[in-house]
């Protein structure tokens, strides 16, 4: 783009393209616009957005609506949910909801039955549906301003829509904002983009400071916490006895990203994370939190050994802080906002980064951001630099195929936050920074499915851009176990006693990328014996866990998990037919003899985790991998800033959290966990200390 583009323009020029990016409501259509496609691109454009600042008109006669199609948002559970509605003189007779920005398996998954609880009520007001009480607030809203609309008593906001980039074109083109459409413009030191883990912790730590700093967000709240993290040689390993070796450390985890991160970079994390440590203890272990530390290491966050097999990883001290009774549910990032609100500072929350902005020199200067509800335009300038925390880019459909084809050829389910779509991301490329070739994403083996689904995406009209992963179940915790897989040829293709993300990337040569587990009767004491770490030793170290999810999911509940009093029944119910049957009783037996000699002849799985299966009743469930985030970010150097393509700092760029890179390639070393936060909040500390100039 080569001419400034106005408001007016930019609303415009996306009506062709644009789909709800959850950061701002769609305006009012004019009455008469009488398909959604007539919707979309009537509310782009100039004319509805000088519409929307007066009133609808009044039913004309005795009607009771004005007929034509209304939209209107509202704040659902981490995004805006918008609903579009059309009406004839006495009825609704049509009703889309979009709610892409909900979590794809909660909200997202009620859009069918909110569309038509909507319509048979012919109202705002219905039952909420079961598990998605908050998203069918949201829809209520915003069905109540459209019906407000239709009636002449009431408008709606207006709002433009950043660019969401394509099914060809993942960047897309960065937007140009004319000096006349910024409505404010707002001076700090230093900027802060985002509100999650990195975010909260660089503005926690500024607050300790005195900094003068601004936070942006462009959801309404804080976002999710990730409450255990990595950090190595901290006061409380000291106080436990527990000793890692760096150098081993350094090692490993460059031997596991295949040599292409960045050692520097990685150093940072092994040489300030003790710091870091120490900081976060400092506000959550005092008055008036007085959080416990529940610290792993040694034996507990240990690989199992055998006669065959020594620790698979070096193990990492992992960190986790659980709430008091008195504060029960509340999270570390919700704990940083009332910390810094104490100290006299807040979050500008519903502003949304639009695009960075640069001087002559190439510095950032700060960033071009959009108020949500009332789409004006704010410049915040940043003296000392702007830190982008923004998150990965999974919720982003055009960006996880086009980036990432293989991690995304073998999802099943998500548990990632919606919000996370890249935006962070492109516009740093925008800036000129260089993104890391190698996608890492964040894989669990937990993605559920029903028999016959494949990994990948679906259609789907309620999520950004078109498409969702078909799993309904965030994670399947019990997934990770490594008990017998099979394809659906019935057939054992790999060693099931792997990092998390091994067994789905082996899926992606089976057919449908995805695998059966199979486990007995005896499965609490197999899993014990298992002894697997990170999150998936919830299901040894909480009591009743397992038991809990295979009555959620199974044919009483969701029918996601199968139980029966023979395998060949197991192996009906799973789906397997003729052939593959055959192949799957066959891999059974197998599977018993090579347990009754203690050797896994076939794969080489060490004996500790082999199981029988022999008692009654057996449990089966097909599963693929279960998306968390995106770890494929910026590239940076060792005090965070941003590089471009010749690995030259930006100067006045800063870069964190999922969307940070120069760490992981491949794909997350899941076994060392907790390194990805432990990473976020050092990074985050160390961002703040190169702005401010603060050496310690």
């Not at 760096?246 to 994390?269: M, P, T």
């Not at 040894?540 to 999911?553: A, F, H, S, T, W």
């Not at 097909?622 to 910026?634: D, F, H, N, V």
């Amino acid at each position: 783009m080569s001419e400034k583009l106005t408001r007016r323009d930019f609303i415009k020029g996306m009506g062709a393209t644009a789909v709800i990016a959850g950061l701002g409501s769609l305006t009012a259509c004019t009455s008469g616009a009488g398909t959604p496609e007539a919707t979309t691109a009537a509310a782009t454009t100039a004319a509805a957005t000088e519409a929307a600042t007066t009133a609808a008109a009044a039913p004309a006669g005795g009607a009771l609506y004005t007929p034509g199609t209304y939209t209107a948002g509202a704040d659902g559970i981490s995004s805006k949910v918008t609903v579009t509605m059309t009406f004839d003189e006495s009825s609704i007779t049509e009703v889309k909801i979009n709610a892409d920005g909900e979590t794809p398996s909660i909200g997202g998954a009620a859009v069918p039955d909110l569309e038509k609880a909507l319509m048979d009520a012919q109202a705002a007001e219905f039952d909420a549906v079961s598990g998605a009480t908050i998203t069918s607030d949201a829809v209520k809203k915003a069905a109540a301003n459209c019906i407000a609309q239709a009636k002449g008593e009431a408008t709606a906001a207006t709002g433009e829509l950043i660019p969401t980039g394509s099914d060809e074109d993942w960047l897309g083109e960065e937007p140009v904002v004319d000096d006349a459409d910024v409505k404010e413009t707002i001076d700090t030191d230093i900027l802060i983009v985002g509100a999650g883990n990195a975010g909260m912790m660089a503005a926690a730590y500024a607050a300790s400071k005195g900094l003068n700093f601004r936070v942006i967000e462009q959801n309404a709240v804080v976002q999710d916490t990730r409450h255990w993290y990595g950090a190595i040689n901290s006061s409380a390993a000291i106080a436990a006895g527990s000793h890692v070796d760096k150098k081993k450390l350094l090692s490993e985890i460059s031997r596991y990203a295949s040599g292409k991160c960045d050692q520097r970079v990685v150093k940072l994390w092994l040489d300030e994370s003790a710091a870091m440590h120490d900081f976060v203890a400092g506000i959550l272990e005092n008055e008036p939190y007085n959080w416990k530390c529940d610290f792993t290491s040694g034996e507990e966050a240990r690989w199992p050994d055998s006669d065959e097999n020594t620790t698979f990883v070096f193990p990492e001290q992992e960190h986790n802080y659980r709430a008091s009774e008195s504060e029960y549910g509340m999270q570390r990032n919700e704990v940083f906002l009332e910390v810094i609100q104490k100290a006299g500072y807040d979050v500008d929350f519903k502003t949304a980064l639009v695009k960075l902005e640069k001087d002559d020199t190439g510095r950032v200067t700060g960033v071009i951001a959009q108020n949500v509800d009332s789409g004006d335009l704010i410049r915040y300038n940043a003296k000392d630099g702007v830190l982008l925390a923004c998150g990965g880019y999974p919720g982003n459909p055009f960006m996880m195929e086009q980036l990432d084809p293989l991690g995304t050829s073998v999802t099943t389910a998500c548990s990632f936050s919606p919000a996370d779509k890249g935006y962070g991301i492109r516009a740093a490329v925008w800036a000129g920074a260089h993104l890391d070739a190698e996608s890492a994403p964040m894989l669990f083996d937990r993605g559920l499915v029903a028999p016959g689904v494949d990994s990948g995406y679906v259609e789907s009209e309620s999520s950004f851009g078109g498409k969702a992963f078909p799993g309904t179940v965030r994670q399947y915790n019990p997934g990770t176990q490594p008990f017998l897989k099979v394809n659906r040829h019935g057939q054992r293709f790999a060693n099931e006693s792997s990092p998390y993300n091994d067994i789905v990337y082996a899926a992606a040569h089976q057919p449908g990328h995805v695998y059966a587990q199979i486990m007995d009767a005896n499965y609490m004491e197999d899993i014990k014996r298992f002894h697997t770490i990170g999150c998936s030793a919830q299901s040894r170290n909480i009591p009743g866990y397992v038991d809990k999810q295979l009555e959620q999911y199974g044919e009483e509940g969701e029918g996601l998990i199968f139980k029966a009093d023979t395998i060949e029944e197991l192996a009906d119910k799973l789906g397997f037919k003729d052939e593959d049957k055959t192949n799957f009783l066959a891999t059974v037996e197998r599977y018993n003899e090579l347990y009754d000699k203690q050797e896994d002849e076939d794969f080489g799985k060490m004996k500790v985790r082999l199981s029988e299966l022999r008692t009654a009743p057996f449990y089966g469930c097909w599963l693929g991998a279960s998306l968390l985030t995106t770890e494929q970010g910026i590239s940076i150097n060792d005090k965070t800033q941003a590089l471009d393509a010749e690995n030259k700092p930006i100067p006045g760029l800063y870069i964190g959290g999922d969307m940070s890179g120069s760490f992981f390639a491949n794909n997350y070393p899941c076994l060392m966990a907790g390194i990805a936060c432990g990473r976020t909040l050092t990074f985050a500390m160390k961002s703040i200390k190169e702005m401010a100039g603060i050496e310690e």
